[in-house]
């Protein structure tokens, strides 16, 4: 797992759209997180985009996951939220674009259908994320399988409180949601964890030094063959090894690409 430090909100954003820029190419799949941490990559995404920097076509997206009742017309669906933030305002075909049907009567065949659609599209090779303040991914809250696939998940009471800023009271955020699993974030080729402030620095310390443990699920990034968390000094301010993560940074063998690839 390498950790990147940067200084800002901003320049995770750059490093963030850095790594995901580098995995861009035809037939490329991208996993992406909603949320307000990535907001900042999508927008500085965009921009190269609309600059001709980079291209979107060819690939395929799949989102992290989406809550269960909540049409996908309702501006707090994540299938409404990642068009409006983001795949409306680049190259790639809508179509292309993919989230688990949350208003099926048998969510459970739906989560297995979006775990078989990712399979048949040949696996993610990059997947954005974020992480709650209870060291949640996608919504695999503590006391996940470490090698659960894409299903139905029960919110935690904090998850639920964390998102009732984005409806109009508490009572109105869903209280299940279907959610890639932990074993299928571990089988993509990249893994991208970005975090910013100090309300997320006690999840990224568990994390990134922690134990290997379904208390934090995050934590299973920790074997995964070519993690990369990018994080401010806020996030970072808990990490008892900072300095060394830098060193790691500044040694980077130069025949290794940001997205953990050889370059050559």
Request: hydrophobic share 35%; aromatic share 6%.
């Amino acid at each position: 797992m390498e950790i990147l430090i940067r200084r800002t909100p901003d320049d995770v954003a750059q490093t963030a759209a850095d790594i995901i820029a580098a995995n861009l190419r035809p037939g490329a799949v991208l996993g992406l997180a909603t949320g307000s941490t990535p907001l900042k990559t999508y927008q500085e995404l965009i921009r190269r985009c609309e600059a001709g920097e980079i291209s979107f076509k060819g690939t395929k997206a799949f989102c992290l996951d989406e809550y269960i009742g909540v049409p996908p017309e309702h501006e707090q669906s994540y299938h409404y939220v990642i068009r409006n933030e983001f795949t409306n305002h680049i190259d790639i075909n809508d179509s292309d674009v993919h989230s688990p049907n949350g208003m099926s009567d048998k969510p459970w065949i739906a989560a297995q259908e979006y775990e078989d659609a990712i399979v048949m599209s040949g696996g993610i090779n990059c997947q954005l994320l974020g992480i709650g303040t209870n060291g949640h991914i996608g919504f695999n809250e503590p006391a996940t399988s470490l090698r659960s696939s894409t299903r139905v998940e029960v919110l935690h009471a904090q998850t639920v409180k964390d998102n009732a800023r984005f409806f109009d009271t508490i009572d109105d955020v869903p209280k299940h949601a279907i959610t890639q699993g932990l074993g299928t974030i571990l089988r993509s080729n990249q893994a991208l964890l970005i975090a910013t402030g100090q309300g997320k620095a006690r999840a990224v310390a568990r994390l990134v030094e922690g134990p290997v443990s379904a208390s934090c699920p995050a934590s299973v990034l920790q074997l995964h063959t070519n993690a990369t968390v990018v994080v401010d000094e806020d996030a970072a301010m808990m990490l008892k090894d900072s300095q060394y993560y830098r060193r790691v940074e500044e040694m980077r063998p130069s025949w290794r690409g940001i997205d953990g690839q050889p370059k050559y």
